[in-house]
């Protein structure tokens, strides 16, 4: 049972463009939703988060939007870059959970 | 600097030959994980721990085992492998309260024969 569906699995980007990365949730406890970003060969790393009671959250490039009454949450990265080329994963917590459900991953290439 | 380390990071073996994999992390976390990734199915916790002599089940347990009796490490311990088992495994660890911000090892190549 995938409790967090991530789309698209690959992604293919031009230098400069927006990259857009979707997640869904079933579980209505979770109240925490977390970006991961890994690099080849290395350890996923923190990115970026939310929570539910806000609708966006934005980070340099980066931006979370959140719709909690879809059960939605996205990543979207501006300008992308050659250097953002890695996989992403989209997670969620329950707030009574000991830990992170995570989506099965994008690979994103930002072409030069 | 504040890690969490792993080792081996490469690991080729048998059907059946008992291995450990180790991680350590020096950030005095006292939550700690592990987790397997396959392509298309993301990260699964395996096992977690929340502080020392305590470990639960994560969502693919089996054939796995976990001890944690010092704040700092946390083996995971793979008593008779199978070919099923060949993934990348990751260690993480995050403060008390919740995995809200959960740092990762370098992670562990595992074939299994």
């Known amino acids: 049972q995938q409790q967090v569906k991530q789309s698209p699995q690959s992604l293919i980007v031009q230098k400069g463009g927006i990259s857009i990365i979707n997640c869904a949730y079933e579980?209505?406890?979770?109240?925490?939703f977390p970006w991961y970003q890994q690099f080849p060969g290395k350890g996923p790393a923190l990115l970026i988060a939310i929570r539910p009671d806000v609708s966006e959250k934005k980070e340099g490039r980066f931006t979370i939007s959140f719709n909690k009454s879809a059960k939605q949450f996205s990543l979207h990265i501006m300008d992308s870059q050659p250097g953002d080329s890695a996989t992403y994963f989209c997670?969620?917590?329950?707030?009574?959970?000991?830990?992170?459900?995570f989506g099965t991953g994008t690979r994103l290439a930002v072409r030069p | 600097e504040a890690q969490v380390t792993q080792n081996p990071r490469y690991l080729i073996t048998v059907t059946g030959k008992k291995l450990t994999v180790t991680c350590s992390q020096n950030?005095?976390?006292?939550?700690m994980s592990w987790y397997r990734q396959d392509p298309g199915l993301g990260l699964r916790q395996i096992y977690y721990?929340?502080?020392?002599?305590?470990?639960d089940k994560g969502d693919v347990p089996e054939g796995y085992k976990v001890s944690r009796k010092e704040k700092r490490n946390f083996p995971l311990i793979l008593e008779s492998p199978s070919p099923n088992q060949t993934s990348l495994y990751f260690c993480?660890?995050?403060?008390?309260?919740?995995?809200?911000?959960?740092?990762f090892g370098p992670g562990t190549r595992l074939t299994v024969l």
């Open positions: 950030m005095n976390h006292e939550y």
């Open positions: 579980n209505t406890a979770f109240d925490y």
């Open positions: 993480a660890s995050a403060v008390a309260g919740g995995p809200d911000t959960q740092y």
């Open positions: 997670a969620a917590r329950r707030s009574s959970g000991d830990k992170l459900t």
């Open positions: 721990s929340m502080n020392v002599e305590v470990t």
